[in-house]
């Protein structure tokens, strides 16, 4: 599969996101660990409209969550130092620092919330404002 990937905000979309999968624990016995099946070339991927939300939380809580989570790598001052989070928040960057292909820093698109969003979201849109990024003209 592959989702639209979220970062911060549910409408500040990075691209997409093609890491999910779904097999039978048969599969997954023949062919290895999850992350040997994600890089394969095995899968196909099925563009699909689901959502992949990462780190829809305040400065604080992300940089809890950096220093709580497998990937050990991240847990530098870089990456948790509370400044640097809201800056990169209100930047649109990604919470690591990551490059894109011509070597300049990752920064996130901002979308409406549309019909391809779920349901869901669109009938609760004050519920979810908190999780919306403000622009002018944007509801």
């Keep these: 599969m592959r989702q639209h990937a979220h970062y911060y905000f549910i409408n500040l979309r990075r ?28 899968m196909n991927f099925v563009a699909t409209e689901g959502r992949h939300f990462s780190f ?25 130092n509370i400044e640097k989070i809201k800056e990169r928040m209100e930047k649109n ?7 894109d292909k011509e070597g300049r820093p990752m920064q996130y698109e901002l979308v409406p919330v549309d019909e391809t969003y779920p349901l869901a979201i669109r009938k609760r849109l004050n519920f979810w404002k908190k999780y919306i990024k403000k622009r002018l003209n944007f509801f």
């Design 93 to 99: 960057l990604d919470p690591f620092g990551r490059v």
């Design 56 to 80: 829809l939380m305040d400065a604080e809580a992300i940089a809890n969550k950096i220093k709580a989570f497998s990937h050990t790598e991240f847990d530098k001052e870089e990456y948790t």
């Design 15 to 42: 691209g997409w996101w093609k890491k999910p999968f779904a097999c039978t624990g048969a599969y997954l016995k023949k062919h290895g660990t999850f992350d040997d099946i994600r890089h394969s070339k095995m």
